[in-house]
C-alpha cells in the first residue's frame, strides 16, 4: 500500500529575486504541520545531485540547520559573499529546503518509514542596472519562429534575463487547437523549441499566445508573432 507524501514545511514563495544592490534577502518558511520538523537549507548552482559540503556558492545561508516547531514560520537569510558575476546579465542559483519529520514515538516498536522532502526553488541574482519591469518587457519581447518540425514553435531569448514561460497557446492553419506540452526556462541569449500538442500537423499560425511567470511567480498572458 502506497500514500502520497507532502511537505509540512513550505516556503513562501516560487523563486527569489536577489538585487546586487542588496546586503541580503530573506526568505519566508511554514511548518503547517502539527508536528516539529528538522529543517536543512542550501544553496547550489545548479547540480541537485552535488553534495552539500562540495557545493561552492557565492552565498551564506543562515541559520543552515534548525527545528521549527509546528504551526510555527522561520526566515532564512540569503547573504552574498562576493563573487565575479556577470554584470551584464541575471545568474542563476537554487534554494533548497529539506524537511525531515521526527520519529513517531507512539510507533516506537514498530518498523517505520521514514521519509525527508525536499523543495527546490530558483534564485535569481540580478545586477544593479536591471529592475522588474524590465524583466517582463524582456519575458515578453521573446523573438518567436517556425521549428524545425511543423508542430514546433522556436523562442529566442535576447534579453540579460532568464525568461520561464509556462505555456502556449496556438491554431494551425486547419483550425486545431495546439497547446505546449511543458514549460521552458530560457537563459539570457538562449533558443529553445516548443512541442506543441495536437491532433494536426498543419503550419502554425502567424499569431498565438504565450504565458511566462514574473518574479512573484503569477502567469501572464502575452500575445506574440511568429517571425517569419
Do not use: C
Request: proline share 6%; glycine share 6%.
Amino acid at each position: 500500500m502506497t500514500s502520497s507524501a507532502f511537505a509540512s514545511v513550505t516556503i513562501i514563495g516560487t523563486r527569489v529575486i536577489y538585487p546586487a544592490s542588496e546586503k541580503e534577502v530573506t526568505v519566508r518558511l511554514d511548518n503547517r504541520g502539527d508536528r516539529p520538523a528538522l529543517v536543512q537549507a542550501w544553496v547550489d548552482n545548479g547540480n541537485p545531485d552535488e553534495a552539500v559540503d562540495k557545493i561552492n556558492v557565492p552565498f551564506v545561508l543562515l541559520p543552515p540547520v534548525f527545528r521549527m516547531e509546528a504551526n510555527k514560520g522561520q526566515t532564512l537569510r540569503i547573504v552574498f559573499t562576493g563573487a565575479n558575476l556577470p554584470t551584464d546579465k541575471e545568474s542563476i542559483f537554487w534554494l533548497n529546503v529539506l524537511d525531515i519529520p521526527p520519529r513517531d514515538k507512539s510507533l516506537a516498536n514498530q518498523n517505520q518509514l521514514q521519509m525527508a522532502i525536499r523543495s527546490r526553488i530558483k534564485i535569481f541574482y540580478r545586477p544593479v542596472q536591471f529592475d522588474t519591469a524590465q524583466a517582463n518587457k524582456a519575458a515578453s519581447g521573446l523573438v518567436w519562429r517556425h521549428g524545425q518540425k511543423p508542430n514546433f514553435l522556436s523562442a529566442t531569448n535576447n534579453s540579460p534575463f532568464y525568461v520561464n514561460v509556462s505555456q502556449i497557446n496556438a491554431e494551425d492553419n486547419s483550425g486545431h487547437k495546439l497547446a505546449s506540452e511543458k514549460g521552458e526556462m530560457l537563459a539570457p541569449g538562449e533558443t529553445k523549441e516548443f512541442p506543441l500538442k495536437g491532433m494536426s500537423t498543419s503550419q502554425i499560425k502567424t499569431t498565438f499566445n504565450y504565458q511566462y511567470l514574473d518574479d512573484f511567480g503569477a502567469a501572464r498572458k502575452v500575445e506574440s508573432k511568429i517571425n517569419e
